[in-house]
T-cell receptor, first 114, second 112 residues
Framework: EPEVTQTPSHQVTQMGQEVILRCVPI?????FYWYRQILGQKVEFLVS????????KSEIFDDQFSVERPDGSNFTLKIRSTKLEDSAMYFC????????????FGNGTRLTVT | KQEVTQIPAALSVPEGENLVLNCSFT??????LQWFRQDPGKGLTSLLL?????REQTSGRLNASLDKSSGRSTLYIAASQPGDSATYLC???????????FGSGTQLTVLP
């Protein structure tokens, strides 16, 4: 069964550094998302992406964050200057046709900012 | 703004029991509701997606119901097994259909 893949599984970075989290959504999906989960807290929506542009973004997704689909398969989340509070599990997700199809998540990237 | 609440926060049952997990949401103008399973340190696995026009959805030993008017959904697990131990999350759309709001989850432990 096709799945969403994310790399790396764990990334450690120093405060102020830029990080890029990578995702390969399911190939015939059209809508892409990033969510995050701070340890012990709820899963939170960050951003949705369709037709090569952002559809929606949350208050969390400020100017330090950006997303890109650089080619036909990858979907990336960039954090320009990481802060300690960016430490979290970041999940990529995709779906074919919301709201009629389920959201499929990757296994996540655990980001640790020191 | 959508808010999703799940009770109980944790549940421990002996193997073989049938159990019910509860989810409530504040904005009933939803297209659907989705249940996920999360294993420790892992991603979310989609279990069931119930459309707003449906009242129930079944997959194997899992059955999810949706009552939009009361803002509630339940996940019923029949004949629980130790392999069912995980955190179960419910998520409802917020605003448009593209953004999900998650509950805090129910951490289920099934004892052999």
């Amino acid at each position: 069964e096709p799945e969403v893949t994310q790399t790396p599984s764990h990334q450690v970075t120093q405060m102020g550094q830029e990080v890029i989290l990578r995702c390969v959504p399911i190939s015939n999906h059209l809508y892409f998302y990033w969510y995050r989960q701070i340890l012990g807290q709820k899963v939170e929506f960050l951003v949705s992406f369709y037709n090569n542009e952002i559809s929606e973004k949350s208050e969390i997704f400020d100017d330090q964050f950006s997303v890109e689909r650089p080619d036909g398969s990858n979907f990336t989340l960039k954090i320009r200057s990481t802060k300690l509070e960016d430490s979290a599990m970041y999940f990529c997700a995709s779906t074919r046709t919301p709201p009629n199809s389920p959201l499929h998540f990757g296994n996540g990237t655990r980001l640790t900012v020191t | 703004k959508q808010e999703v609440t799940q009770i109980p926060a944790a549940l421990s049952v002996p193997e073989g029991e049938n159990l019910v997990l509860n989810c409530s949401f504040t904005d009933s103008a939803i297209y659907n509701l989705q249940w996920f399973r999360q294993d420790p340190g892992k991603g979310l696995t989609s279990l069931l997606l119930i459309q707003s026009s449906q009242r129930e959805q079944t997959s194997g030993r899992l059955n999810a119901s949706l009552d939009k008017s009361s803002g509630r959904s339940t996940l019923y697990i029949a004949a629980s097994q130790p392999g069912d131990s995980a955190t179960y999350l419910c998520a409802a759309p917020s605003g448009s259909a593209r953004q999900l709001t998650f509950g805090s989850g129910t951490q289920l432990t099934v004892l052999p």
